[in-house]
């Protein structure tokens, strides 16, 4: 009986050893890889983390330290009179009436700041000699008075004298809607660079070339046909203020100017019904002045700008 408990005894720790052989025995061999790719998906769950702080990050501060895009490809070598001259020969040539022939020649008007012209006229001037040579640029508000009222700020002025013709005229072809809106593209290009890159502008007039008429008349016209009417020739000029332009500053000039060049005369009524004269027309109708030259009362030149209607 003896030998009977310790059999009995003996074999307890034996069948204990051998269920937990047998449970390991049915466990799942472990992979040789499993670290391996314990490590790989927590590298993955690190970098998914990561990548979304820098999503919220970049949401919620911007991306404004990336480089941004240039508002254009070429920019004057200098400012002021000389930076607005290399404006005028840049923007002229793209301009033409044919492959050959250049619509018109650019040149920038020798105006006289309007707060240095009024110091000179009261003597307080460094020469002395009063506004004689001074010429500036006024507005007529109120087409039905007489008053007009200087220009505030820095003012450069761009002649556009047509080629081929007299008197600053185009040579070639008639005045019409498209060719105008042609020139209102070239002078809107001019103020848009005047701008960006003359420091201090605070307004651009483009005296565009001659040669358009409006109907006149001598009394009251009823109709545009009256038989009192007639056809006058008149100057046309357009007026830029800085602070009218500043949404087409701020982004590239390629954004208002779609085409990679202006269109040639025989290619404007195509040009006409794209997007881009649309935009033209928009920006620059309220702009259209006529224009002529006064002497003033007290010596000098006045550039005096009339309002137009829709052209």
């Known amino acids: 009986m003896v030998r009977a408990a310790d059999e009995h005894a003996a074999q307890a720790p034996l069948s204990a050893a051998v269920g937990i052989a047998r449970r390991r025995a049915d466990a799942p061999p472990s992979s040789p890889h499993s670290e391996r790719f314990r490590a790989a998906t927590a590298t993955l769950v690190g970098l998914a983390i990561g990548a979304t702080v ?22 004057p070598a200098d400012g002021g009179s000389l930076g607005a001259s290399e ?10 009436i044919s492959a050959v022939d250049q619509l018109d020649v650019v040149t920038v008007v020798n105006l006289t700041n309007a707060s240095a012209a009024s110091a000179s ?3 307080t001037g460094s020469s002395g000699t009063g506004s004689s040579g ?3 640029v006024a507005v007529r508000t109120d087409p039905s008075s007489s008053a007009v009222s200087l220009l505030s700020g820095q003012t450069i002025a761009y002649d ?8 600053c005229s185009i040579g070639t072809g008639k005045p019409s809607a498209d060719r105008l809106l042609l020139l209102r593209r070239e002078a809107l290009e001019l103020a848009l660079y005047t701008f960006k890159y003359i420091s201090g502008t605070a307004n651009v007039v483009a005296i565009l070339p001659p040669g358009r008429t409006q109907q006149g008349c001598t009394g009251i016209c009823p109709t545009p046909n009256d038989n009192t009417s ?20 701020t982004q590239p000039l390629s954004n ?22 649309g935009l033209v027309d928009q920006i620059t109708a309220h702009g259209l002045f006529s224009e002529h030259l006064v002497q003033a009362q007290a010596g000098g030149s006045l550039i005096v700008l009339d309002p137009m209607p829709p052209q």
């Open 121 to 123: 006229s009261s003597g």
């Open 160 to 167: 556009l004298c047509g080629v081929g013709g007299s008197d």
């Open 230 to 249: 007639s056809a006058k020739p008149v100057d046309i000029a357009l007026l830029f203020v800085r602070d009218e332009l500043k949404p087409w500053l």
């Open 54 to 75: 820098f999503a919220i990050a970049l949401l919620i501060y911007g991306g404004g330290a990336g480089p941004s895009a240039k508002w254009s490809s070429w920019t």
């Open 256 to 277: 208002t100017f779609a085409e990679q060049f202006p269109p040639s005369v025989s290619e404007l009524g195509l040009w006409r019904q794209t997007p881009e004269a």
């Open 87 to 96: 404006i005028a020969d840049h923007v002229a040539p793209f301009y033409r």
């Open 134 to 136: 001074a010429l500036q």
